[in-house]
């Protein structure tokens, strides 16, 4: 069964600085595909950045990245610059192809002005 | 384009009480889901769907059923509510293209159960 998980509870980050929240999953395919979503205080689901698994470049989307180590199961995201707009809940989240998506328990990230 | 439209956004239940939540989408996506997000705990997968017809449990559907009659729309039910039942519910959608996807969510429904 597909787990993830996301051991920092919550991060705080200086303005302009950057930070770097971990995620680690676990699944038995081959073929599946990794995301970061945001959720700010409106509740909303907003996708950062999406990686699949079959592509060993590391996805990168303006001031976000991800650190994909396949063999390792990791999943990290870097957010370079950071602004009070990043202050948000950040949830990893894997889906194997053709089957269910399943999230991690999320890290609160906060932005010190 | 209204995208992953939930009904209703909030609802106050007695123990015992029934209801159902709607989850409609308009993008002719294969997959739907239900989860719901509790603090520290983030979003648990209640059951989904990978087709018209077709559900399956996820990983906690005890005290819910689902029903996908037609491809657009996935149906939360409780039959008798709980006060552990209370919760945020999110339904969300996804599709698989040429290896390409991506989840878009509704707007979430606070339920509470007194």
């Known amino acids: 069964a597909q787990t993830v998980t996301q051991s920092q509870p919550e991060m705080s980050v200086q303005e302009a600085e950057t930070v770097t929240l971990s995620c680690t999953y676990d699944?038995?395919?081959?073929?599946?595909?990794l995301f970061w979503y945001k959720q700010p205080p409106s509740r909303q689901m907003i996708l950062v950045i999406r990686q699949e698994a079959y592509k060993q470049q590391n996805a990168t989307e303006n001031r976000f990245s991800v650190n994909f180590q396949k063999a390792a199961k990791s999943f990290s995201l870097k957010i370079s610059d950071s602004q009070l707009g990043d202050a948000a809940m950040y949830f990893c989240a894997c889906m194997e192809y053709g089957n269910k998506l399943v999230f991690g328990a999320g890290t609160i990230l906060r932005v010190k002005s | 384009n209204a995208g992953v439209t939930q009904t209703p956004k909030f609802r106050v239940l007695k123990t015992g009480q029934s209801m159902t939540l709607l989850c409609a989408q308009d993008?002719?996506?294969?997959?739907m889901y239900w989860y719901r997000q509790d603090p520290g705990m983030g979003l648990r997968l209640i059951h989904y769907s990978v087709g018209e017809g077709t559900t399956a449990k996820g990983e906690v559907p005890d005290g819910y059923n689902v029903s996908r009659l037609k491809k657009q729309n996935f149906l939360l039910g409780l039959e008798s509510a709980a006060p552990s039942q209370t919760s945020v519910y999110f339904c969300?959608?996804?599709?698989?293209?040429?290896?390409?996807?991506?989840?878009?969510f509704g707007q979430g429904t606070r339920l509470t159960v007194v």
């Open positions: 969300a959608s996804s599709y698989l293209g040429s290896g390409f996807t991506e989840a878009f």
């Open positions: 699944t038995s395919e081959s073929d599946y595909y």
């Open positions: 993008m002719n996506h294969e997959y």
